[in-house]
């Protein structure tokens, strides 16, 4: 796995919790039904998003409406008002964009004074 992170700061819980489900969704996927040898995680965040990519080399092929994993993936995702496309054509691996938002600053924590 390589993994590239451009995330400087925490984010809101909601988001951190739906990232890592994605990310853990999309390895378990990779490795149990595409067999793929590599796959690379990109997250960054910029002004109001969190952008996710994760690739893998596997068998491709992939559907959201294939099963519960990739469907729960969306409904996780677009409960917090973000978006997910997958990218999947046979034999060439698959490619999971999501795109989830964030509210400046939201993620920092704060003592009470």
């Known amino acids: ?27 378990t996927n990779a490795a149990k ?5 590599a796959v690379q995680v990109q997250a960054s965040a910029a002004a109001d998003r969190l952008h996710l990519l994760v690739h ?7 559907e959201v409406g294939r099963g519960s994993g ?3 993936l969306a409904d996780r995702v677009q409960a917090l008002g973000g978006t997910i496309a997958v990218h ?3 034999g060439q691996g698959t490619t999971l964009e999501v795109e989830l938002p964030v509210e400046p600053g939201s993620g920092r ?4 004074s």
């Open 1 to 27: 796995m390589e993994l590239e992170l451009s995330v400087l700061e925490r984010l809101p819980e909601p988001v951190e919790v739906a990232a890592c489900y994605v990310v853990s969704e999309a390895l």
């Open 33 to 37: 039904h595409a067999r793929a040898a």
């Open 56 to 62: 893998d080399d596997g068998a491709g092929g992939a």
């Open 70 to 72: 990739l469907i729960g």
């Open 88 to 90: 999947s054509p046979a």
């Open 109 to 112: 924590s704060t003592s009470p």
